[in-house]
């Protein structure tokens, strides 16, 4: 056995350090936390000094049983998780579930996994940090308290299932309040007015008038005032000017960065991050720093110098933003400067080379520009007092721009380009000038990008906290990505051209926001009732002074129990009054009373998600509808609900089998016996007739018959969520790039089942036919202990040749859930 032990948190780190170390050191994973708050109960001490209850997860007892005896036989065990609070508590919780001794254990930190700085770390050991694990310990004993004790409430007023934390529910309020902001939004006409103009030498160039005008009148007698009018420049001004790189990548950066140029999620961003730090390519991807070390500056100035020349390179210093920025980490950078592209998976290639550029470019010069500003005159008869300008930009040095330009969220400003020369007293002809209605623009949904911005600038969160934040908020349904197709609307263009002005109706699309952050119903109604009665947790600077607290734990100002102590003396008591006596929330709107019946009509939450009904809650013969999937509680009028009780329609008769449109959970669809087949995107089920029925089912039915027999099986084919697949013996497998999906030939078919047939094999790692249970690998080094439906993760440590069928059966049996006994009802009382 090795003298020393390395523990780390994730076994592609380990494997990477071991590379770095001699045979003297072992490297050992604790894949993530070993120790944590319990599942079932709240875990924390709120009657006595609110001690937290840790306890070792079953999947992680073994693991920690093996590190245990590890530790043991080692004369020393080097404590390496990450450099930041959870890896702090990580390495804390391992002194503890492993009995480590003091004088046999030393904490080591390094933000990059390199063989420098693995050895610098090795030689200048230091002790944990319990500040920083008791400021980790705050935030999850905080949220488990908000969590713990909020979701009951939601359950209890709201609807079952649902739950609530501290920073995600600020997070949808954020959204919620910005979809309000667009719906009560009115756009204000006024008309903008450019213009194209000519030089003696044949040169155009487009200038526009500074000001708008409010009204169409006002437009239409400025374009008549220019007719046959001379134009001249009147006045022409160059500056010079410059622009400045932006700093080096901070995790808040990074994922809005990455969201801008590579279209990346923000929780996607994160995992790439994760696998090049781990790879040992880049440096700590959790960091609000924007500073470089000076060996790293050092670096970029050589690979700038030999790249580019001297005359790129200027290094220089940043200063961060961030409020209440944590531990003292370098910025996201690469841990090789003169590694400019990296080879395997493509978007960690892609990442890597975003994070190379801007690291790179932040220690470069500025680059030198000449801007330059025309005012032009109009003369003529009747002498318009208004004059046009343009604006133009010479790069005189490019600089960092060489390498890297930062995007911003939203493009609204139209980029300057290059001028023709130009004098002071020129003469220009007019090709054309355009007065054209444009209106004010409603404030923008939130990308996740922008979102993570605007958290940052509240203080609210830190970088480790907001990719789980937006993956929690859209996983519970509260928000989800915005497939707003928008709408037409019209405009009007007034154009003057060959001394004419002629005038247009033009139409453009508004409000088209597909992949923005939209509340659902939901998400609306359980951020409403949070904020009317627990407004305090939703206060965006009660939530940021909480992160100041954390922050102030973090430097051993204040004292983490007192904290505790002093949230929950308010938190508690408000949550007990709310659950007693607040009013129970479903987000119902009367919209009007049926013609026919005279009932009810409302909208409102129900079990199964937004639904319509007439009838009073306590009408035996009340009927519901269900609201389709682009209708909202809040919007949807009386119209649109009494056309969702004409559904279902019966249309016909085909095949002998009755035909029915009707609206479902997931769309309006066409049911055909027990076939139901999804309306396409768009179509009203109510214009739905047989003849249009009949040409879906017919498509329908082409679509799924046979390609091909294999094995006297039929084989059929398809486009699902994940792409172009083909079906075989109930196997569904999947068709890649490298096969022209229209034109599968048979050898193609046949390689692809039994490529298909070949993988199960391989990830078959036992088999109880007669129980009907399979033990398989599954991904991430992973394994599935599957019967039926049921289907039971188990982690990477599991020895799995040792699984007995006695064993396995019990872990299904944990896992089925069990049926409810059916309870009588008791009789009436009897009147006396």
Known sequence: MAKNLVIVESPAKAKTIEKFLGKDFKVSSSFGHISDLPSKELGVDVDGDFTPKYIVPSDKKSLVKELKAQAKKADMVWLASDEDREGEAIAW?????????????????????TKTAILKAIENPRKIDYNLVN???????????????????????????????????????????????????????????????????????????????????????FLNENIAANYKVSDLVKKPAKKSPAAPFTTSTIQQEASRKLYFSVGKTMTIAQRLYEAGLI??????????????????????????????????NYKGKSKGAQEAHEAIRPTDMSLKTIEGEYDQARLYDLIWKRTIASQMSDAQLERTNVKIEVNGSQSPKEHFTANGEMIKFDGFLKVYLEGTDFEEEEQEGMLPNLSEGDRLDNEYITATERFTRPPYRFTEASLVKQLEELGIGRPSTYAPTIGTIINRNYVEKGTVEGVERGYLQLTLENETVKDKNLTETIGSDKGKLVPTDIGLIVNDFLVEHFSTILDYNFTAKVEQDFDDIAEGKEEWKKMMKDFYG????????????????????????????????????G??????????????????????????????????????????????????????????????????????????????????????????????????????????????????????????????????????FDNLSEADIEKLIEDKKQKEI???????????????????????????????????????????????????????PKKKKATKKKAPAKKK
């Open 570 to 605: 308010k938190f508690h008591p408000r949550v007990e009054d709310v659950s007693e006596n607040a009013e129970r929330e479903s987000g119902e709107r009367i919209l009007g009373d049926d013609p026919v019946s005279g009932r009810p009509v409302l909208v409102r939450l």
């Open 283 to 316: 440096t700590y991807m959790r960091t609000d720093s924007v500073n470089l070390s000076n060996d790293a500056k050092t670096a970029a100035e050589k690979e700038i110098s030999s790249s580019y020349g001297k005359e790129y390179s200027n290094p220089r």
């Open 762 to 816: 391989d990830k078959l790692i036992n088999e109880w036919p007669e129980e009907g249970i399979r033990l398989e690998k599954a991904r991430w080094g992973r394994f599935n202990l599957i019967k039926g439906k049921i289907k039971i993760e188990l982690p990477k440590t599991t020895k799995v040749d040792k699984i007995t069928l006695e064993e396995a059966q019990a872990m299904i049996e944990k896992k089925t």
């Open 607 to 740: 079990k199964y998600g937004p639904m319509a009904q007439i009838g009073a809650p306590d009408d035996e013969e009340k009927k519901f509808a269900s609201l389709r999937p682009d209708q909202q509680l809040h919007l949807v009028t009386f119209e649109e609900v009494m056309d969702l009780f004409k559904l279902p329609k019966t249309l016909g008769i085909y095949d002998g089998e009755e035909v029915e449109v009707n609206n479902g959970r997931f769309g309006p669809y066409i049911r055909l016996d027990k076939k139901f087949i999804s309306l396409p995107k768009g179509m009203d089920p109510l214009e739905v007739d047989m003849a249009m029925a009949k040409e879906l089912i017919e498509e329908k039915k082409k679509a799924d018959a046979p390609i091909a027999f294999y094995d006297e099986l039929p084989v059929q084919k398809g486009v699902g969520r994940f792409g172009p697949f083909i079906k075989w013996n109930s196997i569904f497998i999947n068709v890649n790039k490298k096969y022209d």
């Open 135 to 221: 400021a980790q310990q705050a935030r999850r004993v905080l949220d488990r308290l908000v969590g713990y004790e909020l979701s009951p409430v939601l359950w209890r007023k709201v609807k079952g299932g649902l739950s609530a934390g501290r920073v995600q529910s600020v997070a949808v309020r954020l959204i919620v309040e910005r979809e309000r902001e667009i719906e009560a939004f009115s756009p204000v006409a006024s008309y903008r007015v450019d213009a194209e103009f000519i030089t003696s030498e044949g040169n155009k160039f487009k200038a526009k008038l500074p000001k708008n005008f409010e009204t169409e009148a006002e437009a239409k007698k």
């Open 93 to 113: 919780h391992l002194a503890e579930a492993l009995d480590l001794k003091d004088e046999k254990t030393k904490r080591i930190v390094f933000h990059e996994i």
